[in-house]
C-alpha cells in the first residue's frame, strides 16, 4: 500500500514557475511508475507527465512538453513536477498517481492517487 501526498501549490502570475512534489510513503515507491495528471475547473481530469521508476524516460501531454519537466529522488521516495512559463490555463488541482507500468495517460492505468494541490495562475 502506497500513500501519495502533494505539495507545493499555489497562486502564482502567469509566466511564473512553480515546482510540485510528491512524497510516496507506506510502500517501495522507487518500483512504481509514476505520473501527473490535473483537473482544470469544470473539466476532466487529465494526463501532465509520466516517468518510468527508473527516471531514464518521462512522457508528457502536447501543451506543456516545452515547459514542464517530471523528475524523481528515489532516495527520497519523492516525485516532481517542474512547471515553468505558466499560463491561466494551467490553473487546475494537480494529481499524483503511481502504478507498475509506465506510459499510460489514463487515469485507470494507475493504482495509488494523492489528494492534489492547488494551481492557479492569474494573467
Known amino acids: 500500500q502506497v500513500q501519495l501526498v502533494e505539495s507545493g501549490g499555489g497562486l502564482v502570475q502567469a509566466g511564473g514557475s512553480l515546482r510540485l512534489s510528491c512524497a510516496a510513503s507506506g510502500g517501495t515507491f522507487s518500483s512504481y511508475a509514476a505520473g501527473w495528471f490535473r483537473q482544470p475547473p469544470g473539466k476532466e481530469r487529465e494526463f501532465v507527465a509520466a516517468?518510468?521508476?527508473?527516471?531514464?524516460?518521462?512522457l508528457y501531454t502536447d501543451s506543456v512538453k516545452d515547459r514542464f519537466t517530471i523528475s524523481r529522488d528515489n532516495a527520497e521516495n519523492t516525485v516532481y513536477l517542474q512547471m515553468n512559463s505558466l499560463k491561466p490555463d494551467d490553473t487546475a488541482v494537480y494529481y499524483c498517481a503511481a502504478g507498475t507500468v509506465y506510459g499510460s495517460t489514463r487515469s485507470y492505468g494507475y493504482t495509488y492517487w494523492g489528494q492534489g494541490t492547488q494551481v492557479t495562475v492569474s494573467s
Open positions: 516517468i518510468r521508476w527508473s527516471g531514464g524516460n518521462t
